[in-house]
């Protein structure tokens, strides 16, 4: 059986090994998945032990998907811009493929799930690390109206601004620097969520209708998404569509079949409930 795996630290509580056997189950595939907890240090050799077993491709998570990107043989276009691989795939000739299905697993849950179109809207991310740089080209390759871009340091936000500059139009800046400004799209990709902290949002930052999306998935609402619900926002969601898929990509480039990700998600959904009921 096709041996795959996701390595991340901590990796107890990943969703991926669901998904892909979902995935198989519904499109015939006899694969294995499985959930491996590697520390940042010990990465190279894991990796180099997974393959050499006959693994067949890997996903790696948090804080993992820089080492994969200086792993790799080879990168997709996508991935070089992202700076970060979330999915290896070996090859026929033993190389390793990195790619970066983050960017376009969001556009995906965006148009596709939420029906939301990225052209000619007034977009806004927070944060300037990895998780946003992951899915900054993606989304302005989509013709926003004007992009923001928000960092407490500002310094990353501009560097980001430069590094993008050759796809589209960056406006880099603090949190203080967005008074004056409304948004139809707000994108949480900060880590702030993960420790139920909040970036310094102003009021008013949302125009009629916004939509408030925090990549960070969790069992309880975010303090993201709690804010957003004072704004008003007409639609707010955690990052759970995300993570669907851009396992949904990961197994394509895999197994070059396309999964139905919208019957895993509406599973997902239903688990998440079926806890909140029993506390
Ligand atoms: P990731 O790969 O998850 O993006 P990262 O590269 O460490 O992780 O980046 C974390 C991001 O969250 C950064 O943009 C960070 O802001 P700084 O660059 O100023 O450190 C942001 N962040 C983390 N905690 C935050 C908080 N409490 N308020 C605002 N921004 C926060």
């Known amino acids: 059986m096709d041996r795959y795996a996701v390595f991340g630290f901590p990796i107890s509580h990943s969703k991926s090994p669901f998904i892909h056997q979902q995935f ?26 997974f393959f050499k077993e006959g693994g067949k491709g890997l996903n790696c ?9 200086e792993k790799v043989d ?10 970060a691989v979330n999915t290896i795939k070996r090859q026929d000739d033993g190389s390793l493929l990195g790619d970066n299905t983050d960017g376009i697993g969001l556009l995906t849950d965006l148009r596709v799930n939420l029906g939301v179109d990225i052209e000619g809207k007034r ?14 080209g993606p989304l302005l390759k989509e013709k926003p ?24 139009v ?19 990709a900060t880590s702030a969520s993960l420790t139920g902290q909040l970036p310094p949002l102003a ?39 995300m993570l669907v898929e851009q396992a949904a990509h990961a197994f394509y480039l895999w197994r070059g079949v396309m999964p139905n990700s919208q019957t895993v998600l509406a599973r997902l959904k239903q688990k998440k409930q079926l806890t909140d009921k029993s506390g």
């Not at 203080?176 to 994108?187: A, G, K, N, Y």
């Open 24 to 49: 198989a189950k519904q499109t015939g595939q006899q694969i294995r998945y499985e959930a491996e907890e590697v520390r940042p240090e010990n990465f190279d050799a894991a990796v180099d032990v």
């Open 123 to 136: 977009v806004l991310v927070l944060g300037a690390g990895g998780a946003s740089r992951g899915i900054i």
């Open 74 to 83: 080879l990168l997709t276009e996508r991935a070089k811009f992202s700076g």
């Open 145 to 168: 109206l004007a992009f923001y871009l928000a960092n407490r340091t500002v310094a990353k936000a501009k560097a980001m601004e430069e590094l993008f500059a050759p796809i589209g």
């Open 203 to 241: 009021d008013q930052l949302l125009a009629e209708g916004a939509l408030c999306y925090d990549l960070a998935y969790s069992q309880e609402p975010t303090a993201f998404m709690l804010w957003a619900q004072q704004q008003k926002a007409r639609l707010i969601k955690d990052g759970l569509g």
């Open 61 to 69: 998570t948090v804080p993992l998907k820089e080492l994969a990107y």
């Open 170 to 188: 960056v406006q880099a800046g603090s949190y203080e620097s967005l008074h004056e400004h409304q948004f139809d799209i707000v994108l949480n």
